[in-house]
Structures are given as C-alpha cells and as structure tokens.
C-alpha cells in the first residue's frame, strides 16, 4: 500500500507519466482524424461542376440539368434539389418535387448528376416567360451560374428533383 506521504520527486514523476499517456492518447485519434480527414471527398461547390441543360418531354417536358466535376475534382453533391430559379423573384424559385433526401451522388471524371426541372406546374395560361436558369448547389447561393434554356420557358410554380445519379430518376413529377 502506498504512503499518502510519497516523496515529492516520486508525485512529480507519476504525474508526468500520466501527462504523457494522456497526451499520447488524446493526440493518437486526432492525427488519425485528420489523416482521414484529407482522403474524403468533400461537398461540392458550385464552381467545382460544369453544367449542361437540356430538354427532356417525359412527363409533360421539363429540363434536365447534368452536373459534372471540373477537371481533377472529386466531390458529392446531397441528395436534395439544386437551388434554382428562373428569375429574380420569389414565384420563380423551383420548389422540392421529392420529399425526402436521396442518396449522396459522388462525381469526378464522367460520372454525373442529374436533377430535373418542370418549369410549370400549374395547368392554366399562367406564368411568365424565361430564357435563363439561375442555378447553385444548395448552400452556394452567393456563386450561382446563369445557364441559356434551349428554349424559353413558361415558368409558374417550377419544381426541382433531388440530385440522383441516374438520369430516369430525375424525372420531376408534378404532384
């Protein structure tokens, strides 16, 4: 049993083995967090994607934005819808078609994303006529892109699909 009395040296050098095994074991995770930290794949940002829009009729017309990754960029985008709109006010920002979150899509080198949008939903002679799509990816707003539409577009109440992986899952059913 030991003496509640122990010469100091001996207290001294108890608690610096203990400060090194402390140290050791707090700084171990942490170097092997940041290490795995500099492997992942990051979210993307609008900047890191090139994008191409195009016309598609399935489900009454609508359009289909690819997403791909700029040369020497790997990274994901969230499964929920791009931040769109077709002009400066609130009526021309696209909605969610989907109501729930859909798996991440990775892209880099070919492999792309995919989300659709209906520019009208309604079913009447409403709406007003566009010829761009202002597009980021969710949480980039400040950097969104101006994209040409291959055609002018009625807009009222737009719609957005989540980014999927497959092209024939980003077809935006209107509700």
């Known amino acids: 049993m030991r003496s509640r009395f122990a010469a100091p040296s001996a207290r001294l050098a108890l608690a610096a083995v203990a400060a090194v095994a402390i140290t050791a074991t707090a700084t171990a995770p ?10 992942a794949v990051r979210a993307c940002v609008t900047k890191d994607l090139t994008y191409k829009v195009s016309l598609k009729t399935q489900a009454g017309g609508y359009f289909l934005v690819t997403a791909k990754a700029k040369s020497g960029v790997t990274c994901y985008l969230e499964g929920v819808f791009p931040s769109a709109s077709f002009g400066s006010s609130a009526d021309t920002e696209v909605s969610p078609a989907e109501h729930a979150v859909s798996d991440r899509v990775t892209v880099s080198g070919s492999t792309a994303a995919y989300a659709g949008i209906n520019p009208k939903t309604t079913n009447n002679d409403h709406g007003r006529e566009f010829g761009f799509l202002h597009l980021a990816v969710a949480g980039d707003e400040s950097n969104a892109v101006t994209l040409a539409l291959p055609e002018t577009a ?5 719609i957005a699909t989540n980014w999927h992986a497959d092209p024939d899952d980003a077809v935006p059913f209107s509700a």
């Open 154 to 158: 009625t807009v009222d109440r737009p």
């Open 30 to 39: 942490a170097t092997a967090t940041a290490d795995s930290r500099s492997t």
